[in-house]
């Protein structure tokens, strides 16, 4: 059987993956995730003040019982280190916004620099997901800035990892450096960064259902 291929398709996909993974793509992606979750950090650290002048303020955010900032503020897991867990975003996210704004200008950062920067958001990111998963199944209440965190995170991190893997950044095996260049040139990434936005979107609905409507 003969698979035919629209030629003004092909065109379409292949400057759109071009567009991909461009720098500028790339890293104005980096960028505007970074700030959403700098924004999102700021409003928690604003918040976390008020609930310790007074814990019984009612956040903007306390939709409902399900859909509350205040309960998950309030809980030992959005105070690990003994502060906020927000302050931390306040202090990550802006070192993210000068690498992309700088690599957007045409800087190159060394690569021990880049596999540094790779190692620490990787902790961030295992952190947003360990606070994720305890708001989801101990807390029992999700905070709708926290769950932007999450998001923003995540992009930002494959942001990161894409250039990283590209520019052969990451001091992996040669050949593990190899299957994994090949799987970002094929875009394999965004493919699965989206199936697992969209598992987490699912399994949200599935834990709680109806209860995100009040």
Do not use: K
């Not at 809980?75 to 993210?96: C, D, I, K, T, Y």
């Not at 999450?150 to 991190?157: E, W």
């Amino acid at each position: 059987m003969t698979v035919t291929t629209d030629p003004a398709q092909a065109t379409v996909l292949a400057r759109l993956h071009r567009l991909r993974g461009s720098d500028r793509f790339i890293f104005t992606t980096m960028l505007l995730s970074a700030c959403v979750s700098l924004l999102a950090s700021l409003v928690l650290s604003i918040d976390a003040v008020r609930l310790a002048a007074d814990p019984g303020t009612v956040l903007a955010c306390d939709i409902n019982a399900t859909l509350s900032c205040g309960t998950v503020a309030q809980s030992w897991q959005a105070s690990l280190l003994g502060f906020p867990n927000a302050f931390l975003g306040l202090m990550a996210e802006p070192v993210v916004i000068t690498i992309a704004v700088a690599s957007l200008g045409g800087a190159r950062f060394p690569r021990w620099f880049m596999a540094s920067a790779q190692a620490v958001y990787t902790i961030g990111l295992l952190f947003a997901y360990w606070l994720f998963a305890q708001s989801m199944f101990v807390i029992g209440a999700l905070c709708p800035w926290c769950l932007l965190v999450t998001v923003s995170t995540t992009l930002v991190f494959t942001s990161l990892t894409h250039v990283n893997v590209r520019d052969d950044n990451l001091y992996l095996p040669r050949r593990l450096q190899a299957r994994a260049a090949a799987a970002v040139a094929a875009d394999v990434d965004l493919f699965v960064v989206a199936a697992w936005l969209v598992l987490l979107a699912t399994a949200i609905v599935a834990r709680y259902g109806t209860q995100l409507l009040g």
